[in-house]
């Protein structure tokens, strides 16, 4: 960034101190070198297993850091969340190590799994329905009537900082080895994931591309940084990326995004399920839909990476078995 670049809704500084709340509690996933993918692709490619992180994604990160903001004299009035699945799990165990209540509000065609794991995390779950309700009005009215704080999946400072405690450590590792990453490819839903890593690793590598993988037709960050302010995907239907399904970037996300941001990719979900399965057998990663999609992108071959340092961030691991079954055959 130049001298007179704006200055961005979250900071380096904001990361850092992200980092130092979250050491004693969020593991330290590593960056794995992938020689299978290195070879099949003629590049030097490296994987960030957020698989590997509490509750199975890089959630738990931001919600973390989040809760741990909230002054200690509201924290008996809990908090409320809107989340198809990972969100909510992350928000429910950070509120568990904080001696929090947690009320998530989940869609009632969430996966089983992402449900189940969430009420066994200590949240009491509230579902509604996709296509009639309003999820974040439903959370607001909780709220409001408990007198508790609201969670944002992604489009909060502090959430957005706790995920930038991803991209550091990308930066932090290729550093040690010498490197410096020419493209960083992550999923994006509202973008809270993507807002953070960019901004930590653009502050450490000013000339990486930071490129975003959406799935196929849920492609509304294409379609903002296209048009240069928010705009909605026009997906009818669902994807297998249950994870990837928001409409529209967040304003903060976007306020970030659009500056940070390369590129854009797009998987099918069947281009995802095979990815799945690839990382299931070559990675030895159990990755759900949604954090296969920058891999999927990747092994279909929307990007130029031949003789290129590549990191894939692989988002979460939280997937039906009967899916991940269906997938992996």
Avoid: W
Wanted: hydrophobic fraction near 45%; glycine fraction near 10%; include cysteine.
């Amino acid at each position: 960034m130049t001298a007179h670049a704006p200055i961005l809704p979250v900071t380096v500084a904001d990361i850092e101190a992200a980092a130092r709340v979250l050491a004693p509690v969020a593991v330290r996933t590593p960056l794995l070198p992938a020689p299978v993918l290195s070879e099949r692709l003629n590049a030097n490619v490296f994987v960030k297993p957020e698989v590997l992180q509490r509750t199975g994604s890089f959630k738990f990160r931001g919600a973390y850091n989040k809760l741990a903001s909230i002054p200690p004299n509201d924290r008996g009035k809990g908090v409320v969340a809107f989340s198809s699945g990972n969100h909510a799990q992350g928000v429910a165990h950070a509120a568990t190590l904080l001696g929090m209540d947690a009320t998530i509000v989940m869609p009632s065609d969430a996966p089983a799994a992402k449900r189940e794991r969430t009420k066994a995390f200590g949240a009491d779950v509230v579902l509604y329905d996709r296509d009639r309700e309003d999820r974040e009005a439903i959370a607001r009215d909780i709220a409001g009537r408990r007198g508790s704080t609201v969670v944002p999946p992604y489009d909060d400072p502090y959430v957005i900082a706790g995920q930038g405690t991803v991209g550091r450590e990308i930066a932090e590792d290729l550093s040690g080895l010498g490197l410096s990453p020419d493209l960083v490819i992550v999923p994006a839903s509202g973008g809270g994931l993507l807002a953070g890593v960019s901004t930590a690793v653009k502050a450490r590598f000013p000339e990486t591309q930071m490129v975003v993988a959406e799935p196929k037709g849920f492609d509304d960050h294409a379609r903002s940084l296209r048009a240069g302010h928010r705009e909605a995907h026009d997906a009818k239907g669902r994807t297998i990326c249950d994870a990837l399904m928001a409409a529209i970037p967040g304003e903060i996300t976007f306020a970030i995004n659009s500056r940070l941001l390369s590129a854009a990719v797009e998987a099918s979900d069947e281009e995802v399920g095979r990815a799945v399965g690839f990382a299931f057998r070559e990675l030895k990663l159990v990755v759900e839909p949604g954090g296969s999609v920058g891999l999927a992108a990747l092994l279909a071959g929307r990007l130029d990476v031949i003789g290129k340092t590549v990191v894939i961030v692989l988002s979460g691991g939280n997937v039906d078995a009967e899916l991940f079954a269906r997938l992996i055959a």
